[in-house]
Nanobody, 123 residues
Framework: QVQLVESGGGLVQAGGSLRLSCAASGRTFSRYNMGWFRQVPGKEREIVAAINWSTANTYYADSAKGRFTISRDNAKNTVYLQMNNLKPEDTAVYYC????????????????WGQGTQVTVSS
């Protein structure tokens, strides 16, 4: 079992930055792929970024490339999402997730989810 708690969301103006954090419980955090997802009302949850536990390879949605950076600190059981040059269309609830499957590019690859943190970008 892994419990995830996100923090760092809030209200920011377009062009601004936020850093989301996700603190995980459990001794095997380093063996999980970690992902950040977001969801707006009426739409499906979509992946923003993910990091593979074994290779440390990263994956970014097209909307996040060049603006967002995912990283992890296994010693602190924490994964981060640095978001720069935020746009109003980035407004969503952001979720952290952990998974141990081979597929790690989408929601079905993840078994554990945080409660979400709201990010609102004003124009």
């Amino acid at each position: 079992q892994v419990q995830l708690v996100e923090s760092g969301g809030g209200l920011v103006q377009a062009g601004g930055s936020l850093r989301l954090s996700c603190a995980a419980s459990g001794r095997t955090f380093s063996r999980y792929n970690m992902g950040w997802f977001r969801q707006v009302p009426g739409k499906e949850r979509e992946i923003v970024a993910a990091i593979n536990w074994s290779t440390a390879n990263t994956y970014y949605a097209d909307s996040a490339k060049g603006r967002f950076t995912i990283s992890r600190d296994n010693a602190k059981n924490t994964v981060y999402l640095q978001m720069n040059n935020l746009k109003p269309e980035d407004t969503a609830v952001y979720y952290c997730a952990a998974g141990g499957r081979l597929y790690w590019y989408g929601p079905r690859g993840y078994d554990y989810w945080g409660q979400g943190t709201q990010v609102t970008v004003s124009s």
